[in-house]
């Protein structure tokens, strides 16, 4: 069976930092890419981040870039993504999911696994 549990989020002022959590059971992290994902109240699903164990490959929405930095422990088959300097418009439910390509790969988040998904974790970002 596989699984993808998300942990991690909760409610921060802005400017405040969280780390998530994205942990795995039924394939290894050394087979798929991970991506996150993220929906905020009426808008459309959006990537994130993703890391690739295969080359070590990773990559970020500009509108995250330098202020989240994604990174794996595949020891323990967990994909973590820390989230400093959060802003109110980063207030969405937070999803990881298994990545058919490499991180490299432009629209990475085209690629997703369609039953390789958590059932998310909310982060909310106060003003």
């Known amino acids: 069976e596989v699984q993808l549990v998300e942990s991690g989020g909760g409610l921060v002022q802005a400017g405040g930092s969280l780390r998530l959590s994205c942990a795995a059971s039924g394939f290894s992290f050394d087979d798929y890419a991970i991506g996150w994902f993220r929906q905020a109240p009426g808008k459309e699903r959006e990537g994130v981040s993703c890391?690739?164990?295969?080359?070590?490959?990773?990559a970020y929405a500009d509108s995250v870039k330098g202020r989240f930095t994604i990174s794996s422990d595949n020891a323990k088959n967990t994909v973590y993504l820390q989230m400093n300097s959060l802003k109110p418009e980063d207030t969405a439910v937070y999803y990881c999911a298994a990545i058919l390509s490499l991180c490299t790969v432009g629209n990475w988040y085209d690629y997703y696994a369609l039953d390789y998904w958590g059932k998310g974790t909310l982060v909310t970002v106060s003003s």
């Open positions: 890391i690739s164990s295969s080359d070590g490959s990773t």
